[in-house]
């Protein structure tokens, strides 16, 4: 199934007035464009709630259409980086990992932007470099939700209630079945798969 994507390259700078009738969709925004947004609000990546609070206002500027797009975009991204592998990174930067803090990381992976995500997505080692000495987790829940935010503040409705789940396919219920390649009883396994990150953040026990 093709999508449909958004020609904009370029973030808006003012208002854009949807002609057509609010209905149903299954088209992501064009991935620059959404990228593009991330990276101009990676000002505010120090502060979780400015950076969520940046996006919703930049996307309150776009049509319903495209905000439903950014939502549906990140969920793509979110059913690409879903791998036994970058659970392994997950669980060792955050001590841990359920499934919901799972998505919260991804979420998190996302917001540092474009170059950031594809590299961790080849190698989930790669993000040793965005360890930060005394934090304690790798999440933003808040990601999730910025479209969610903006649609209901330029429409008071429910983007939910919009997304024709007939085209699109790649969101959270139909993640595809991963084959565990670690486990966290066996810390040679994770080591395997992220060994600066285990050195780094978790360390074997010495042997007696």
Not at 64 to 74: A, D, N
Not at 87 to 106: L, T
Not at 158 to 165: M, N
């Amino acid at each position: 199934m093709q999508f449909v994507l958004f020609g904009q390259s370029e973030i808006p700078q003012q208002q854009v007035v949807q002609k057509q009738p609010l209905q149903k969709t299954g088209e992501m925004m064009e991935e620059d464009l959404f990228w593009a947004m991330v990276r101009k609000s990676l000002k505010y990546k120090g502060n979780q709630t400015q950076q969520e609070r940046y996006l919703i206002k930049i996307l309150r500027k776009l049509t319903p259409t495209q905000i439903i797009g950014f939502r549906l975009r990140t969920d793509k991204l979110l059913y690409d980086s879903y791998t036994s592998e970058m659970w392994c990174a997950a669980y060792i930067m955050n001590g841990g990992c359920s499934d919901d803090w799972f998505e919260y990381f991804r979420n998190w992976l996302i917001s540092r932007g474009k170059r950031v995500f594809y590299k961790a997505l080849n190698n989930p080692d790669s993000l040793v470099a965005l360890v930060e000495k005394g934090r304690e987790d790798y999440v933003f829940e808040g990601f999730w939700y910025v479209a969610l935010a903006a649609f209901a503040r330029k429409t008071r409705k429910d983007l939910y209630d919009y997304i024709d789940y007939d085209l699109f396919k790649t969101c959270e219920g139909n993640y595809r079945l991963i084959q565990d390649t670690w486990h966290e009883n066996n810390p040679q396994s994770m080591q395997a798969i992220c060994p600066q990150l285990f050195a780094l953040l978790w360390g074997l026990e010495e042997e007696e």
